[in-house]
């Protein structure tokens, strides 16, 4: 391992959000104007349209859970707990650097938690149809950005031509499917990356966009196809691999993948909105109406919110057959209600469709359950 | 363990203490053996100071499980701070999935001693007077702590201790049962209760009736994830032996 390349040679080794906060003050510097956005629905191509640099709000710390539980049910998602006590607290850096926020109504908690914070910031927030397959939802969701676009050219007094947004159509569509094409090298076994490394690559692409992306991106490609072929490895030989699915993971909930690390096992994949999930599927170009064209590309999105979540098995099929896991970990946060009751359908999909190993994990950002998640993932790991 | 005839020479048992390296080092003192491998939720610390290798209690529960009852697909473990079901594969003895109760301590073998402690009774008398009462009233809260305020308002009305123990074991039996609902097939006649939960008589006959099939509790249930791992090291023995 220690002739490993960094992907990253940067002052920011082991710190991803660092690296990603450096980023937004970069651009921010450069009179870039930040809009904070809650999750991968949000339509980042409208934002770096206008110049702007979009800003991740979500928290997976548990220190500022205390606070927002002053306020907020003790039993709700940890991670809008945490992000509000981050804003209570006027702790957290991505916030505080926010010019605007976008939110999407993706579940009731993030829902009503917005109008909590719109005193903060001028706030938009983005009406998600949860039936993406009936007749309508796509032009229903195309009036949501559109009234994302008209906010934030009322908001900063701009405008956001067709042009501009083709133009950060084609530079989405280079940087994902690069990303896509960085995730893929979880297939080779042993593995030749890390998941700190796939974590990494997501959170600097979240935030990055243009020809330097690109270059980055290139770069790291170069470093692992290098670490392919002179048979540099991340894992031993026989390391069990494990593909993390459910709600998206950082900080304190990175406890469960750093406890399959200590099993010895490896983390091939992460299918999550923290992970790949946001850089799958391509927007189309020069369609000639591009504000419909997001509109349906981020409708594809299979998040838990929506109802039938068909995209959701379809990914997992293909994650499955390239990554070629021994375990699927369903990572739940507790009262994440669609993701936990998906959980029946995904299970009986990983195991009886997909004939692979799987295993629910419901956490918080609490470090109360480490000892009975290691015995968990630890069984799980040695069932053959 | 003997490795060659899997008769089980010595057993030993020790309330956890703060200081379980210690307890650890006297059994280095005092006991010798060919291999050893931890088990439980100790299992890092027994290895850090024991040497050896280490297995989950839950593979360790469906090794003894196939070893000594052969023909048993479904185990349950009521432990003390945590509940296992496990559903096995009796072919092969192939574990095929496990489920674990909730983080917190409702549904175990804390909740008993937590009740037995609010009705100021030791834990035997706590089963004794479950198997007199009358299983007509309910303990709604699923968290120990609340479910300690509803027995103490319980008390308070009057009503006789041997029903609140009953509607303890009950509100425990329920939580057993939907673990167990996702761990059994239809075509097993019986199921074997392991841990230190099974020592419990009055739960043991209460399962039995709930969920239609025989319970079977082995001669030292407390012990059995115990001789599971001691099964497993035999690998390892034999190993060694190919090794020399």
Redesign the interface.
Known sequence: MSQLTPLFMDEFAGFPLKRALGQVVKRRENGARVVGAYCSYAPVELIWAMGGVPAILCAFSNTPIAKAEETLPANLCPLIKSSFGFIELKTCPFFELTDAVVGETTCDGKKKMFELIEKHRPLYVMDLPQCPANEGAVEYWKHSVTGFKKFLEAEFNTTITDNSLEESIQASNAKNSLVEEIFAFGSHKPSVITWQEMYDVATYAMVSHGGETIAKLREIIATLTERREKGIFTSTEHAKRVLITGCPVGGDVLKVLKLVDEEGATIVGLDSCTGLKPFVGRIQEGSGDPLLAIAKRYLEIPCACMTPNTGRTDALKKQVTLLKPDLVIDLVLQSCHTYNIEAVKVESFV?NGLGTNYLKV??DFSA??L??LK??I???L??? | MDAETHEVVDRFQAETSIDLAAQLRLIKENYCWDTLISTGYGRHLSQKVLGGETVTEIKAYTTSAHHFHGDIETVIDLGGQDTKALLINRHTGRLLKFEMNDKCSAGTGKFFEMMAATLGLGLNELVAAALKGNSSLEINSTCTVFAESEVISLLTTGISVEDIARAIHESLLKKLVSLLSKMMTADSSSILFVGGGAKNSALVAFLSDAIDKKVIVPEYPDFFGAYGAALLSKKTLNQNMEMK
């Open positions: 195991r419901v956490t109360q359950d000892g009975q015995t968990r630890g069984a799980a040695e069932m053959d």
